[in-house]
């Protein structure tokens, strides 16, 4: 039973190294968080208990963690996707912006009993999501133009579309500010809890989360997308259809972002109310990194960065630190994570170890 544990350990050096990392970087994020808000603040202490205690002060301000999770979830599911197969597309802000449209729009417009009303405003998110990933992915199958600058290039017309959308053609004039119309009842996703708004969809993110982690590392479909990320070269001689893969992962990756679009609007507002981008899709950069391209990781680097948004808010509210701290500390991450040399030595001793755990099981087993 000893050695079969060894042999499975093995086998996830990489997923246990890069956990690993993570809660490192963690650790060291949060020290360096609380280095400026001490140089920062004139009441040092209050404000760090304000920013690492608070979130946990009240049931409330805890929902608020998972609450200012669940989109992240979605937007840097999205993204790991697409950097499995080593592409960079940051469509999933527009995605997600888009998502939030058309789900909108059936939440509004068609009514349905039930849960088949959620079901199908979430679908048409799917689809307005994919849609967003269309022109950045065949870009890059037919021309090979970069899919980083197509992508940032549609999200401003996407942003700017939906924007025009909700102020001329759905808007609620009564409202008061620039808003669509109500959802109907039978469209909003319902609450968790009795105190605070998380509602199902953070469920809804695990679940996806789930299925991407089946699909990235259990299929044939995801192997072909590793590969085609690893070597493009060998994906190709090795037979796999790599355009087919590159616009398939886009069109995927989009699509999960524009459903978290619709969740997060169908879960924590009773109308489409916002005047430009929440920003989710540049921020799942950010998640992603911090999950090392992993969707098992996702839900563990969106709730961190869930308890650092909540902890900034309530920062700003109680101290003299402004919530900006969070930028910072994002910018950290980034920086830390995307050092590849950051513990290497490490990583190749726990490699060479697990393969001779591998060559001694596999010894023992022939005996």
């Not at 990781?297 to 308890?307: E, Q, S």
């Not at 701290?325 to 170890?353: D, G, H, S, T, Y």
Request: aromatic letters at 12%; hydrophobic letters at 55%.
């Amino acid at each position: 039973m000893f050695k079969r544990f060894l042999k499975i350990r093995s086998n996830n050096v990489n997923i246990v190294f890069e956990l690993i990392k993570m809660l490192i970087v963690i650790f060291i994020v949060v020290g360096i968080a609380a280095i400026i808000v001490i140089v920062t603040s004139k009441q040092p202490i209050q404000s760090l208990l304000s920013f690492f205690i608070g979130p946990f002060t009240t049931a409330r301000r805890f929902s608020e963690i998972f609450e200012a999770a669940t989109p992240l979830m979605f937007t840097g599911l999205g993204l790991v996707v697409m950097l499995r197969a080593n592409l960079f597309n940051l469509a999933g802000e527009g995605a997600f912006f888009l998502g939030a449209l058309g789900a909108t729009i059936v939440a509004v417009y068609f009514p349905m009993p039930g849960i088949i009303h959620i079901i199908a405003c979430l679908v048409t998110a799917i689809v307005c999501g994919a849609f967003a990933a269309l022109i950045p992915a065949i870009f890059k199958v037919k021309w090979g133009t970069s899919e980083l600058v197509t992508s940032l290039m549609m999200n401003y017309i996407l942003i700017y579309f939906v924007i025009w959308v909700i102020g001329y053609v759905i808007r609620d004039y009564s409202a008061g500010f620039i808003a669509s119309q109500e959802f109907l009842p039978t469209a909003i996703i319902p609450t968790l809890f009795s105190t605070g708004k998380l509602h199902a969809g953070f469920i809804i993110a695990l679940i996806a989360a789930a299925i991407m982690s089946v699909f990235i590392f259990y299929t044939r479909a995801g192997y072909n997308v590793r590969m085609t990320g690893e070597n493009l070269n060998f994906a190709k001689y090795s037979g796999i259809n790599t355009a087919k893969v590159i616009l398939f992962v886009q069109v995927l990756g989009c699509a999960i972002a524009g459903l978290g679009g619709a969740v997060e609007v169908l879960g924590r507002y009773d109308r489409f109310r916002w005047g430009a981008s929440p920003g989710y899709g540049y921020t799942a950069v950010a998640v992603s990194m911090l999950a090392r391209k992993s969707p098992k990781l996702i839900p563990a680097a969106a709730i961190f960065y869930g308890y650092l948004e909540c902890g900034a808010e309530i920062l700003g509210r109680e101290s003299d630190v402004t919530p900006e701290v969070i930028q910072v500390i994002q910018a950290v991450v980034v920086i830390l994570i995307a050092a590849e040399a950051l513990f290497f030595n490490w990583r190749q001793r726990m490699i060479v170890k697990a393969t001779a755990n591998d060559t001694q099981v596999a010894r023992s087993e022939k005996l």
